[in-house]
Protein backbone atom coordinates (compact mmCIF):
# COMPACT_ATOMS: atom_id res chain seq x y z
CA UNK A 1 0.00 0.00 0.00
CA UNK A 2 1.77 3.37 -0.86
CA UNK A 3 2.75 5.65 1.47
CA UNK A 4 0.84 9.36 1.72
CA UNK A 5 2.86 11.99 1.45
CA UNK A 6 2.60 14.78 3.67
CA UNK A 7 0.95 18.45 2.03
CA UNK A 8 4.04 20.56 1.86
CA UNK A 9 4.13 24.00 4.19
CA UNK A 10 4.60 26.71 2.29
CA UNK A 11 7.06 28.99 3.87
CA UNK A 12 5.24 32.60 2.78
CA UNK A 13 5.78 36.36 4.34
CA UNK A 14 3.02 37.36 6.34
CA UNK A 15 0.61 39.70 4.09
CA UNK A 16 1.11 43.54 4.91
CA UNK A 17 -1.59 44.24 6.68
CA UNK A 18 -4.50 46.83 5.98
CA UNK A 19 -4.85 50.51 7.48
CA UNK A 20 -8.63 50.61 8.02
CA UNK A 21 -8.39 52.93 5.23
CA UNK A 22 -7.74 49.72 2.95
CA UNK A 23 -3.77 51.01 1.95
CA UNK A 24 -1.86 48.37 1.56
CA UNK A 25 0.96 49.02 4.23
CA UNK A 26 4.28 47.38 4.84
CA UNK A 27 4.57 46.33 8.62
CA UNK A 28 7.73 47.69 10.75
CA UNK A 29 9.37 45.47 12.93
CA UNK A 30 9.45 45.56 16.46
CA UNK A 31 13.12 46.65 17.05
CA UNK A 32 15.65 48.29 15.46
CA UNK A 33 18.83 46.53 15.98
CA UNK A 34 20.77 49.42 14.04
CA UNK A 35 21.09 53.37 13.98
CA UNK A 36 21.77 55.34 10.46
CA UNK A 37 24.89 57.25 10.61
CA UNK A 38 25.04 61.23 10.57
CA UNK A 39 27.99 63.03 10.17
CA UNK A 40 28.07 66.30 12.28
CA UNK A 41 28.94 68.72 9.85
CA UNK A 42 27.05 67.49 6.75
CA UNK A 43 23.43 68.05 8.46
CA UNK A 44 22.08 71.32 6.95
CA UNK A 45 21.96 74.48 9.15
CA UNK A 46 18.94 75.42 10.80
CA UNK A 47 16.73 78.21 9.40
CA UNK A 48 16.84 81.19 11.69
CA UNK A 49 14.85 84.78 11.11
CA UNK A 50 16.79 87.45 10.22
CA UNK A 51 18.26 89.30 12.74
CA UNK A 52 18.08 93.23 13.09
CA UNK A 53 21.17 95.73 11.40
CA UNK A 54 23.31 96.39 14.25
CA UNK A 55 22.27 99.98 14.12
CA UNK A 56 19.48 99.03 15.10
CA UNK A 57 20.46 96.43 17.94
CA UNK A 58 22.19 100.01 19.13
CA UNK A 59 19.69 102.44 18.76
CA UNK A 60 17.17 100.34 21.08
CA UNK A 61 19.95 100.05 23.58
CA UNK A 62 20.17 103.50 24.09
CA UNK A 63 16.53 104.51 24.04
CA UNK A 64 15.87 101.55 26.72
CA UNK A 65 18.84 102.88 29.40
CA UNK A 66 17.14 106.92 28.14
CA UNK A 67 13.07 105.32 29.03
CA UNK A 68 14.60 103.90 32.39
CA UNK A 69 17.36 106.76 33.13
CA UNK A 70 16.55 106.95 36.58
CA UNK A 71 17.49 103.18 37.34
CA UNK A 72 20.27 102.69 35.03
CA UNK A 73 21.61 106.18 35.94
CA UNK A 74 21.67 105.19 39.26
CA UNK A 75 23.65 102.13 39.21
CA UNK A 76 26.02 103.72 36.87
CA UNK A 77 26.24 106.64 39.63
CA UNK A 78 26.88 103.75 42.13
CA UNK A 79 29.46 102.13 39.86
CA UNK A 80 31.71 105.27 39.43
CA UNK A 81 31.42 106.29 42.59
CA UNK A 82 33.23 103.25 43.44
CA UNK A 83 35.42 103.18 40.68
CA UNK A 84 36.71 106.62 41.59
CA UNK A 85 37.04 105.78 45.15
CA UNK A 86 38.80 102.58 44.73
CA UNK A 87 40.24 102.35 41.35
CA UNK A 88 41.41 105.86 40.25
CA UNK A 89 41.57 107.72 43.46
CA UNK A 90 39.69 111.16 44.31
CA UNK A 91 42.65 113.20 42.64
CA UNK A 92 41.83 111.80 39.28
CA UNK A 93 45.25 112.70 38.12
CA UNK A 94 46.36 112.52 34.74
CA UNK A 95 49.60 113.59 32.61
CA UNK A 96 47.22 114.15 29.61
CA UNK A 97 48.27 117.70 29.95
CA UNK A 98 51.98 117.38 30.10
CA UNK A 99 51.56 115.26 27.54
CA UNK A 100 49.97 117.87 25.28
CA UNK A 101 52.02 120.33 26.23
CA UNK A 102 54.97 118.07 24.67
CA UNK A 103 53.56 117.07 21.46
CA UNK A 104 52.40 120.94 21.00
CA UNK A 105 55.95 122.17 21.03
CA UNK A 106 56.96 119.61 18.53
CA UNK A 107 54.17 119.94 16.33
CA UNK A 108 52.94 122.83 14.65
CA UNK A 109 50.01 123.55 12.45
CA UNK A 110 46.24 121.87 12.33
CA UNK A 111 47.49 118.61 11.64
CA UNK A 112 50.08 118.79 14.38
CA UNK A 113 47.08 119.68 16.72
CA UNK A 114 45.05 116.86 15.29
CA UNK A 115 47.68 114.48 15.92
CA UNK A 116 48.26 115.83 19.63
CA UNK A 117 45.17 115.40 20.21
CA UNK A 118 44.49 111.66 18.47
CA UNK A 119 47.54 110.66 20.75
CA UNK A 120 46.06 112.22 23.86
CA UNK A 121 42.89 109.93 23.16
CA UNK A 122 45.11 106.94 22.79
CA UNK A 123 47.04 107.96 26.28
CA UNK A 124 43.29 108.10 27.93
CA UNK A 125 42.75 104.71 26.30
CA UNK A 126 46.19 103.29 27.41
CA UNK A 127 45.48 104.49 31.24
CA UNK A 128 41.71 103.65 31.38
CA UNK A 129 42.63 100.27 33.67
CA UNK A 130 45.73 101.54 35.51
CA UNK A 131 44.98 103.19 38.67
CA UNK A 132 47.03 104.71 41.96
CA UNK A 133 47.22 101.53 43.90
CA UNK A 134 48.57 98.24 43.84
CA UNK A 135 44.87 96.62 44.29
CA UNK A 136 43.31 98.43 41.84
CA UNK A 137 43.10 95.87 39.06
CA UNK A 138 41.14 93.36 42.05
CA UNK A 139 38.97 96.24 42.86
CA UNK A 140 38.34 96.99 39.17
CA UNK A 141 37.75 93.43 38.80
CA UNK A 142 35.17 92.89 41.55
CA UNK A 143 33.29 95.68 40.58
CA UNK A 144 33.13 94.60 37.40
CA UNK A 145 31.49 91.36 37.92
CA UNK A 146 29.28 93.01 40.66
CA UNK A 147 27.81 95.88 38.83
CA UNK A 148 27.56 93.55 35.44
CA UNK A 149 25.09 91.40 37.28
CA UNK A 150 23.01 94.61 38.54
CA UNK A 151 23.03 95.70 34.94
CA UNK A 152 22.04 92.78 33.42
CA UNK A 153 19.45 91.47 36.07
CA UNK A 154 17.80 95.09 35.74
CA UNK A 155 17.46 95.21 32.47
CA UNK A 156 16.04 91.48 32.37
CA UNK A 157 13.21 93.02 34.85
CA UNK A 158 12.72 96.25 32.76
CA UNK A 159 11.84 94.42 29.88
CA UNK A 160 9.64 91.95 31.71
CA UNK A 161 7.41 94.96 32.58
CA UNK A 162 8.42 94.29 36.26
CA UNK A 163 8.91 97.74 38.41
CA UNK A 164 12.35 97.41 40.06
CA UNK A 165 14.10 100.15 42.71
CA UNK A 166 17.79 100.24 42.16
CA UNK A 167 19.30 98.65 45.37
CA UNK A 168 17.40 95.20 44.16
CA UNK A 169 19.71 95.00 41.07
CA UNK A 170 22.72 94.64 43.86
CA UNK A 171 20.42 92.33 46.38
CA UNK A 172 18.74 90.48 43.66
CA UNK A 173 20.97 90.42 41.20
CA UNK A 174 23.99 88.67 42.72
CA UNK A 175 22.50 85.07 43.30
CA UNK A 176 24.76 83.46 39.81
CA UNK A 177 27.59 84.82 41.01
CA UNK A 178 29.51 81.94 40.83
CA UNK A 179 28.13 80.46 37.73
CA UNK A 180 28.82 84.13 35.82
CA UNK A 181 32.99 83.63 37.63
CA UNK A 182 32.94 80.40 35.83
CA UNK A 183 31.56 81.35 32.53
CA UNK A 184 34.37 84.68 32.56
CA UNK A 185 36.90 82.33 33.55
CA UNK A 186 35.85 80.13 30.52
CA UNK A 187 35.97 83.41 28.18
CA UNK A 188 39.65 84.06 29.65
CA UNK A 189 40.67 80.24 28.75
CA UNK A 190 39.40 80.76 25.42
CA UNK A 191 41.50 83.91 24.99
CA UNK A 192 44.94 81.92 25.42
CA UNK A 193 45.40 80.95 21.65
CA UNK A 194 45.08 84.08 20.83
CA UNK A 195 47.54 85.44 23.52
CA UNK A 196 50.14 82.85 22.81
CA UNK A 197 49.78 83.44 18.95
CA UNK A 198 50.37 87.40 19.57
CA UNK A 199 53.32 86.81 22.18
CA UNK A 200 55.55 84.19 19.86
CA UNK A 201 54.70 87.04 16.73
CA UNK A 202 56.54 89.15 18.72
CA UNK A 203 59.27 87.26 20.58
CA UNK A 204 60.24 86.31 16.90
CA UNK A 205 59.34 89.67 15.54
CA UNK A 206 61.65 91.28 17.58
CA UNK A 207 64.95 88.52 18.28
CA UNK A 208 65.13 88.32 14.36
CA UNK A 209 64.13 84.82 14.26
CA UNK A 210 62.40 85.40 11.03
CA UNK A 211 64.19 87.01 8.89
CA UNK A 212 63.10 86.17 5.24
CA UNK A 213 59.56 87.43 4.07
CA UNK A 214 58.04 83.79 3.61
CA UNK A 215 59.44 82.75 7.85
CA UNK A 216 57.25 86.07 8.45
CA UNK A 217 54.03 85.48 6.66
CA UNK A 218 54.53 81.72 7.90
CA UNK A 219 54.27 83.60 11.69
CA UNK A 220 51.26 85.52 10.42
CA UNK A 221 49.34 82.63 9.48
CA UNK A 222 50.22 80.96 12.47
CA UNK A 223 48.66 84.18 14.58
CA UNK A 224 45.48 84.38 12.39
CA UNK A 225 45.09 80.58 13.03
CA UNK A 226 45.39 81.12 16.42
CA UNK A 227 43.35 84.44 16.72
CA UNK A 228 40.54 83.24 14.78
CA UNK A 229 40.09 80.00 16.29
CA UNK A 230 40.00 82.06 19.87
CA UNK A 231 37.03 84.23 18.64
CA UNK A 232 34.94 81.63 16.56
CA UNK A 233 34.96 80.17 20.76
CA UNK A 234 34.13 83.71 22.05
CA UNK A 235 31.46 84.60 19.69
CA UNK A 236 28.95 81.46 21.80
CA UNK A 237 30.70 81.74 25.34
CA UNK A 238 29.93 85.30 25.16
CA UNK A 239 26.20 84.74 24.94
CA UNK A 240 26.47 82.18 28.09
CA UNK A 241 26.81 85.32 30.47
CA UNK A 242 23.23 86.08 30.10
CA UNK A 243 21.77 82.34 29.80
CA UNK A 244 23.63 81.43 32.90
CA UNK A 245 21.33 83.95 34.53
CA UNK A 246 18.16 82.18 34.44
CA UNK A 247 16.99 80.55 37.15
CA UNK A 248 18.68 76.67 37.67
CA UNK A 249 20.92 77.25 35.00
CA UNK A 250 24.36 75.32 35.38
CA UNK A 251 27.40 76.73 34.01
CA UNK A 252 27.76 73.72 31.58
CA UNK A 253 24.16 73.80 30.33
CA UNK A 254 25.01 77.95 29.48
CA UNK A 255 28.26 76.85 27.39
CA UNK A 256 25.59 74.36 25.44
CA UNK A 257 23.20 76.02 25.02
CA UNK A 258 25.33 79.25 23.63
CA UNK A 259 26.69 76.68 21.38
CA UNK A 260 23.52 75.80 20.08
CA UNK A 261 22.44 79.10 19.56
CA UNK A 262 25.03 80.29 16.75
CA UNK A 263 25.15 77.23 15.31
CA UNK A 264 25.63 77.71 11.32
CA UNK A 265 25.57 81.65 11.77
CA UNK A 266 28.40 82.58 14.12
CA UNK A 267 30.14 84.83 11.05
CA UNK A 268 26.80 87.00 10.95
CA UNK A 269 27.27 87.16 14.64
CA UNK A 270 30.78 88.07 14.70
CA UNK A 271 30.40 91.09 12.34
CA UNK A 272 27.24 92.54 14.80
CA UNK A 273 30.10 91.67 17.78
CA UNK A 274 32.99 93.56 15.91
CA UNK A 275 30.12 96.75 15.49
CA UNK A 276 29.59 97.38 19.09
CA UNK A 277 34.10 98.27 19.91
CA UNK A 278 33.88 100.21 16.49
CA UNK A 279 31.21 102.11 16.95
CA UNK A 280 31.81 103.06 20.99
CA UNK A 281 35.22 104.09 20.15
CA UNK A 282 34.20 106.14 17.09
CA UNK A 283 31.92 108.02 19.12
CA UNK A 284 34.65 108.11 22.22
CA UNK A 285 37.09 109.52 19.32
CA UNK A 286 34.12 112.08 18.12
CA UNK A 287 33.66 113.69 21.72
CA UNK A 288 37.20 113.50 22.72
CA UNK A 289 39.42 115.09 20.47
CA UNK A 290 37.85 117.91 20.58
CA UNK A 291 37.64 118.04 23.86
CA UNK A 292 41.77 117.30 24.45
CA UNK A 293 41.93 119.93 21.79
CA UNK A 294 40.12 123.08 23.02
CA UNK A 295 39.79 121.75 27.17
CA UNK A 296 42.20 119.55 28.02
CA UNK A 297 41.35 119.44 31.74
CA UNK A 298 38.12 118.50 31.27
CA UNK A 299 38.63 115.87 28.74
CA UNK A 300 40.01 113.40 31.36
CA UNK A 301 36.77 113.49 33.66
CA UNK A 302 34.14 113.34 30.49
CA UNK A 303 36.40 110.20 29.63
CA UNK A 304 36.10 108.56 33.14
CA UNK A 305 32.26 109.37 32.61
CA UNK A 306 31.78 107.36 29.17
CA UNK A 307 33.81 104.64 30.26
CA UNK A 308 31.28 104.48 32.94
CA UNK A 309 28.69 104.43 30.09
CA UNK A 310 29.92 101.96 28.34
CA UNK A 311 29.32 98.89 30.44
CA UNK A 312 25.74 99.00 30.60
CA UNK A 313 25.61 99.89 26.84
CA UNK A 314 28.08 96.81 26.20
CA UNK A 315 25.37 94.87 28.21
CA UNK A 316 22.48 96.01 26.67
CA UNK A 317 23.56 95.20 23.05
CA UNK A 318 24.71 91.87 23.59
CA UNK A 319 21.22 90.92 26.01
CA UNK A 320 19.30 92.49 23.20
CA UNK A 321 20.86 90.41 20.83
CA UNK A 322 20.56 87.20 22.34
CA UNK A 323 16.88 88.42 22.37
CA UNK A 324 17.00 88.43 18.85
CA UNK A 325 18.65 85.57 18.51
CA UNK A 326 15.82 82.97 20.00
Not at 66 to 88: D, S
Not at 161 to 178: C, N
Not at 255 to 277: C, E, H, I, N, T
Not at 297 to 309: G, K, R, Y
Amino acid sequence: MPKLKKPATSKRKPAPSRTPEGVRQLQLPKRIWYKPLTWRYTMPAPVYKPLPKARHLFATTVRQLWQHKRLFGGIILIYGLLNLLLVRGLSGSSNLGALKSLLDSITTGFTGKLITSLAGFGYLLATSGSGNAQTSSLYQSILFIVCSLAFIWALRQVLAKHVVRIRDGFYEGMYPLIPFMLILLMLCVQLVPMLVGGGLYQRVMASGIAVHLWEKALWIVLFIVLAVWSLRMLVGTVFALYIVMLPNMTPFRALRSAKQLVYGRRLLVLRKLVFLPVCMLLLAILVEVPLILLATPVAAWVFFVLTMLALPTAHGYLYNLYREML
